[in-house]
């Protein structure tokens, strides 16, 4: 599993870092970036879901 942010619908409610501040960062500009490399930790998913799902732009997906 991996976790993908797009930028042209992130507008910088930065949910995402609050609930997995390991997968997830802010740029210079205060947009949601993945900041981890390669696949989602075992374990993880049932949060990955949950950070997409607390997005209210939808801008994380996962594939």
């Known amino acids: 599993m991996r976790v993908l942010i797009d930028a042209d619908k992130c507008q910088g409610h930065l ?7 390991e997968v997830f960062d802010c740029d210079d500009l205060g947009y ?9 930790p075992a374990g993880s998913e049932q949060l990955m879901r949950r950070c ?3 997005c209210p732009e939808q801008a994380i997906s996962i594939r």
């Open 32 to 40: 949601g970036v993945v900041i981890l490399t390669g696949p989602v």
């Open 15 to 21: 949910r995402c870092m609050g609930l997995a501040p």
């Open 52 to 54: 997409a799902a607390n």
